[in-house]
């Protein structure tokens, strides 16, 4: 049934042939591409702004001869995005922006601003994929490429966001997207891989565009080993992370890594003892379940801990605050606080809750 | 597609583009050389400013070519300023945003600048004029008609306060040439902008009218074309079209305008009539195709993508945005609350309107709004 579909487009391969396939489907479609940030504050890289995306989206749309608009969500994007992302890392944690970016942004924003025009649903060219359950909620399912699957940063998304919410690239692997583009003629099929890092200029990390966007100072302090000897100095913690090797000074021991970070005393410790990094036990916080009631006895499943991580075997017990104690049935490295773990029954995604 | 934003842009008149074409063919020399060739072009140019002068009542040395209202607009407001040191400059709060950006600059600058308030129906408040021209005003610029709403202002008697006090007075007609009579002498200003693409004429020329005597000081420096206020070698072939286009628009100016009034007219009748919580901005005085309407409830951007996705194009005057949506200063400036401007759509009809696209226009909109309305909770 020919449905009028928002289709989300950034200007890159995925979302285009999700875009087409869509309008072979015989849908109506009106195109959107989100501005996130002003041209003017995009440090000197070219595809900071989305110019480049926008004017792509535009092309695309007008192949395949339906509507394009420019949303701009930069003061949204500011607030519901970079901010939290800033303060995280200002409290000594590593943030994970695009799965906020997704839950208040492509799927907040995005959906209410499709609401408005009289239209339910928003695609996407995520690789993820929806199947309807039983009960007649949607499952989120990883997408069929293992080697692209997005469900990780979906995994936030409420039922009611998945319920209109489409994935028309999900049961694609990247190489058949591309084909398809090609195939179509679609001038987006040579586009280069978009990476995660969204908005950040080259050389630069993301942490250190965020602390000279918002103007904050950056707090230099002591870099500690175990024992709390002093070996170094830093200029600002927020560029650390846990389990990170670059940018210490070297030691007695030929490698070390950062395995703490103190917003109290601005101390980075560090351990040459890899063996320190790994760790069986944490607790996910502000959890987002999918699949039902928080489970109420205890729970095996796999976590993923980080994007672009095989997911490990785990048992959850759900805590009595709502948040979950998940221990692993291997010890994992560098379990980072504020990144998510996302919860899965085999390729089924079952929610994400914050690391701690 | 059913085109009804003839106030973003117009399309090119048929015989403009004639004009245009032999220009382009015919005449490639530049204006400024000695020789026959340079001579041809040249009296392209001429001819042109001189049908551009007809359509305001100038003389044709009072017109000069720029790149658009834009450029005419900052040419007035930042020549002015330049040439009258220290000098306060008085603006309505409903100009364009090419009036209101130059006197924001000037502001930042440290020139003194007031900004006019208007009533609810967006006419500058005169007696406010009154009180704050003194002989240390050296501009004031009041649009003849506003973008968004239509409104007609007192340009004339603005005029009179101004110059009683030697201000210059400066009148945006961008949106007014071509719907409405114009004449510089009876309206009294000394600067007058307006543009070649909102009369049937191509993009990327328009004129500032500049008033024997008048002082301005270019903004733009490197020849000594157009009276040296804008350097640079003359766009012939868009200035011809301008000039023909002038030339069209001053011959069927009246019945244009009173034949696309009959079906404005009958546009908000039928509107106002078929869709409850409607109303009229811009009170009664405005020009004769121009039709801002406010719908209860609703968003003019839905409204506006809607008629889009049906074929029908219109404008709401703001951007998509998110968040903190800058609805239509204007509207703003008018008294409206965020919601309200933001509820708001502008219609703008022109020479290609016809009767059946009014009755098409009239389904849409209705269509458009139960649309929204019934998914509304």
């Known amino acids: ?356 | 597609m059913l085109y009804a934003d003839y106030n973003a842009t117009t399309p090119l008149d048929p015989e403009v583009r004639a004009a245009m074409n032999e220009a382009l063919d015919g005449s490639f020399g530049n204006p400024s050389s000695m020789h026959s060739a340079g001579q041809a072009a040249r009296r392209l140019v001429d001819r042109a400013r001189a049908q551009v002068a007809a359509l305001i009542g100038a003389a044709a040395d009072e017109i000069v070519f720029t790149s658009g209202g834009t450029e005419a607009d900052n040419l007035a407001v930042l020549g002015t300023a330049e040439a009258a040191a220290g000098k306060q400059i008085v603006a309505s709060a409903v100009e364009h945003k090419a009036v209101l950006d130059p006197c924001a600059y000037l502001q930042k600058q440290g020139r003194a600048v007031t900004f006019l308030p208007v009533d609810c129906d967006g006419r500058a408040d005169l007696a406010a004029l009154e009180a704050v021209v003194k002989p240390d005003v050296a501009l004031v610029s009041l649009m003849l008609a506003n973008n968004d709403t239509g409104t007609l202002q007192r340009v004339a008697e603005a005029a009179r306060i101004a110059n009683a006090c030697g201000a210059l007075m400066h009148t945006d007609a961008v949106q007014a040439a071509g719907k409405v009579p114009i004449d510089v002498k009876t309206l009294g200003v000394s600067l007058l902008s307006f543009s070649s693409h909102k009369i049937h004429g191509p993009k990327g020329v328009g004129a500032l009218f500049v008033r024997y005597g008048a002082r301005l000081a270019s903004v733009f420096h490197g020849g000594r074309q157009e009276r040296l206020l804008r350097p640079g070698t003359e766009n012939v072939p868009g200035i011809v079209g301008f000039g023909k286009a002038c030339d069209l628009a001053r011959t069927r100016l009246l019945a244009d305008a009173r034949r696309v009034a009959q079906l404005r007219d009958h546009f908000e009748q039928q509107i106002l009539a078929s869709i409850v919580g409607t109303r009229i901005n811009g009170g009664k005085d405005r020009l004769p195709n121009t039709s801002n309407l406010a719908f209860a409830g609703l968003e003019g951007e839905a409204i506006t993508i809607n008629l889009d996705m049906m074929g029908m194009a219109v404008s709401t005057g703001a951007a998509c945005s998110s968040a903190d949506k800058t609805p239509s200063h204007v509207l703003l400036a008018m008294g409206q609350s965020a919601v309200e401007a933001r509820s708001s759509v502008r219609f703008s009809f022109g020479r290609d309107t016809s009767d059946e696209d009014i009755t098409r226009a009239i389904a849409l909109v209705v269509q458009a709004v139960n649309l929204l309305r019934g998914v509304r909770p």
């Not at chain 1, 695609?123 to 993820?128: L, S, V």
């Not at chain 1, 909620?137 to 979906?154: C, E, I, N």
């Not at chain 1, 936030?156 to 998945?162: A, I, R």
């Not at chain 1, 007695?252 to 560090?270: D, L, P």
Request: charged share 25%; proline share 5%; hydrophobic share 35%.
């Open chain 1, 1 to 356: 049934m020919s449905e009028r579909i928002v289709i989300a487009m950034s200007g890159g391969v995925d979302s285009s042939v999700a875009a087409a396939m869509l309008k072979e489907q015989g849908h109506t479609l009106i195109g959107v591409t989100l501005k996130l940030q002003e041209c003017h504050d995009a440090h000197g890289s070219k595809s900071c702004c989305g110019v480049d995306g926008i004017t792509r989206a535009r092309e695309v749309a007008g192949d395949l001869g339906f509507p394009h608009y420019v949303l701009d969500c930069v003061k949204d994007f500011e607030k519901l995005v970079l901010e939290p992302a800033w303060q995280e890392y200002a409290s000594g944690r590593t943030p994970s922006p695009c799965l906020s970016c997704n839950e208040k942004v492509k799927f907040g924003l995005l959906l209410d601003w499709a609401a408005r025009l009289g239209i339910p649903r928003v695609a996407t060219g995520h690789y993820a994929r929806l199947e309807k359950g039983e009960d007649g909620r949607p499952k989120l399912l990883r997408g069929h490429d293992a080697g692209k699957d997005q469900s990780y940063f979906l995994a936030g998304l409420t039922l009611d966001q998945l319920d209109r919410a489409m994935f028309p690239v999900g049961h694609l692997r990247k190489p058949e997207v591309r084909d398809w583009a090609k195939e179509s003629g679609l001038p987006t099929a040579e586009t280069p891989e978009s990476q995660d890092a969204c908005l950040v200029a080259p050389g630069e990390s993301y942490a250190e565009m965020l602390r000279k966007h918002f103007d904050a100072p950056a707090r230099a302090g002591e870099i500690v080993d175990e024992a709390g000897k002093v070996v170094g100095q830093h200029d600002g913690f927020h560029v650390y992370t846990i389990g990170q090797r670059k940018g210490l000074p070297a030691g007695a021991a030929s490698r070390r890594w950062v395995k703490a970070i103190s917003a109290e005393t601005g101390q980075v410790t560090v351990t040459s003892d890899a063996s320190e990094l790994v760790a069986t036990d944490f607790i996910a916080k502000q959890v987002n379940w999918l699949a039902g009631n928080l489970p109420t006895q205890p729970l095996s499943c796999s976590v993923q801990v980080r994007y672009r991580h095989p997911s490990e075997p785990a048992t959850i017990v759900a805590q009595t605050d709502g948040s979950l104690r998940v221990t692993l049935k291997t010890p994992v490295k560098a379990i980072t606080p504020g990144q998510a773990a996302v919860f899965y029954d085999g390729d089924r995604t079952l929610g994400r809750g914050w690391i701690d």
